[in-house]
């Protein structure tokens, strides 16, 4: 089935969705997804079998590895996992799993095609709901990025209300939104950017990267998120700066001066929940722009 959408005032659809059905579905152990086995190396607390005893009375423990098989059977498989790192509740730690649906794709007319992602973050020691996030997955640069828009809120599900329905209302109401998100795609694609506010637009996410600490950044920094890594990401719409700047920032492609006056590289974002904090934000702020 081959879907167009189409939104007042636009004259061209940028981001038809294509939803392909009756394929031949990739094999859950293929290189494309992740087998229970490697989850198990890669994220432990994903298999934990019971809550932390600081849970409460009215806490019902689902491991989250029921969830990727309820998932599964929606078509939506594991492309990656990561937990945070802990030293105490070892095993009831938070952790992401990326899911991903072969069926599920945004074919851009120029050739950008992007896969819609389903990130979920989840706990065992009680202070975290099943929480899904929606995502997207660039092929061209194989670069996640994470939806932040006003009208598309991450959902959530209560370990003491889980059930398969209830996950299934909640994919569904996900994949209803995505009209949202390509409606996203299409103002950054049809905002263009002049050289000030593509600086501004730099300087912003780099104010984001360095909150919070002592580190300072130059103009170099802003010249340096602002460098193309590829030829699909040249140009001046926001769609193009947005991904080539949120790509330069999260992989660290520029360098920052301490506290103490010593230039170093900045390091690639490794912790998931800083990832997303920060994707949100730049994605946030793309979209204040557009609109």
Request: charged share 30%; with cysteine; glycine share 6%.
């Amino acid at each position: 089935m081959h879907r167009q959408l189409g939104y007042p005032g636009c004259l061209s659809y940028i981001y038809p969705i294509l939803i392909i059905k009756n394929k031949g579905m990739l094999n859950y152990t293929s290189s494309n997804f992740k087998s229970l086995e490697e989850l198990k190396e890669i994220a432990p607390s994903i298999f934990t079998t019971k809550g932390a005893e600081s849970t409460s009375d009215k806490y019902t423990h689902i491991p989250t590895d029921r969830v990727i098989t309820d998932m599964e059977l929606l078509g939506w498989k594991v492309v990656d996992a990561k937990e945070v790192k802990a030293r105490q509740n070892v095993g009831f730690q938070k952790h992401l799993v990326v899911f991903r649906n072969p069926d599920v794709v945004i074919n851009g007319d120029d050739g950008d095609t992007v896969y819609p992602q389903v990130l979920l973050t989840n706990s065992h020691d009680g202070k975290n709901s099943f929480t899904f996030t929606a995502g997207l997955f660039r092929m061209i640069c194989e670069n996640g990025l994470v939806v932040a828009d006003t009208k598309f809120e991450d959902f959530k599900v209560k370990h003491m209300g889980y059930d398969f329905e209830t996950l299934q209302d909640t994919i569904k109401e996900i994949i209803g939104n995505l009209d949202l998100t390509v409606e996203s795609m299409n103002k950054m694609k049809e905002t263009e950017l002049n050289e000030e506010q593509m600086f501004n637009l730099a300087k912003s996410f780099l104010d984001m990267r360095v909150e919070g600490t002592s580190n300072k950044y130059t103009e170099d920094a802003i010249d340096a998120v602002l460098e193309v890594q590829r030829k699909e990401d040249e140009g001046n719409m926001l769609w193009e700066v947005f991904n080539r700047v949120q790509e330069n920032i999260i992989e660290g492609n520029f360098e920052y001066t301490t506290l103490g006056g010593k230039n170093r590289q900045a390091r690639i974002i490794k912790n998931f929940k800083q990832d997303q904090e920060l994707n949100k934000k730049m994605f946030a702020k793309a979209l204040e722009i557009a609109d």
